[in-house]
């Protein structure tokens, strides 16, 4: 069953049907794409809103409990989910990255509710639990940090010490 949805995310991602830099350009003007129209949603609290409604349909949230039981991360599951709707006009780049935390954290509480262990995101070098989104980042093992970097923000990344936290991330508690 997780091949099956990791098949499923690998079709979603590895689609062409997307439009091209520049096709908005040489399509008719009269036609609306996507991606030329206003977002269905400018408002975080309303596409929110929207999501808790669609993870909580009858259609949707048991499929989507069984793909969380079976160890798809959560992050790769929103990551689908936003990015098709992204493409399809819903909301903003801007937007896209404001609710990404909170329908992550949503997944996880509505799991918790039905108390199944989830996993927020896989190891990228591990192969047992890795998956194909999972391997589309690059991770950059030693940093450069070149002349211009304040020697404060090095001096803190190199610290053992943790760092001072003003607000914590959703993320974080469990």
Same mark, same amino acid.
């Given at each position: 069953?997780?091949? $099956?949805?990791?098949?499923?995310?690998?079709?979603?991602?590895?689609?062409?049907?997307?439009?091209?830099?520049?096709?908005?350009?040489?399509? #008719?003007?009269?036609?609306?794409?996507?991606?030329?129209?206003?977002?269905?949603?400018?408002?975080?609290? #309303?596409?929110?809103? /929207?999501?808790?409604?669609?993870?909580?349909?009858?259609?949707? /949230?048991?499929?989507?409990?069984?793909?969380?039981?079976?160890?798809?991360?959560?992050? %790769?599951?929103?990551?689908?989910?936003?990015?098709?709707?992204?493409?399809?006009?819903?909301?903003?780049?801007? =937007?896209?990255?404001?609710?990404?935390?909170?329908?992550?954290?949503? =997944?996880?509480? =509505?799991?918790?509710?039905?108390?199944?262990?989830?996993?927020? *995101?896989? %190891?990228? %070098? %591990?192969?047992?639990?890795?998956?194909?989104?999972?391997?589309?980042?690059?991770?950059?093992? $030693?940093?450069?940090?070149?002349?211009?970097?304040?020697?404060?923000? *090095?001096? *803190?990344?190199?610290?053992?010490?943790?760092?001072?936290?003003?607000? *914590?991330?959703?993320?974080?508690?469990?």
């Amino acid at each position: 069953m997780a091949r $099956d949805i990791d098949d499923m995310f690998f079709k979603e991602m590895v689609r062409t049907d997307r439009a091209i830099p520049g096709e908005s350009w040489t399509t #008719d003007p009269e036609v609306d794409m996507p991606f030329t129209t206003p977002p269905e949603f400018t408002k975080k609290s #309303d596409i929110l809103e /929207y999501y808790f409604e669609k993870f909580t349909s009858e259609n949707v /949230y048991n499929p989507l409990m069984d793909a969380i039981e079976t160890g798809v991360p959560l992050m %790769d599951i929103a990551k689908t989910i936003l990015l098709k709707d992204f493409e399809e006009g819903k909301f903003t780049p801007d =937007l896209l990255l404001l609710i990404i935390e909170p329908v992550v954290f949503m =997944l996880a509480s =509505l799991a918790e509710r039905m108390e199944i262990d989830f996993v927020i *995101q896989t %190891d990228r %070098d %591990d192969p047992e639990t890795a998956t194909f989104l999972g391997t589309l980042g690059k991770d950059i093992e $030693d940093p450069e940090m070149g002349e211009e970097f304040p020697e404060e923000v *090095q001096g *803190q990344l190199e610290s053992e010490e943790p760092l001072p936290v003003e607000g *914590q991330s959703l993320l974080g508690v469990r």
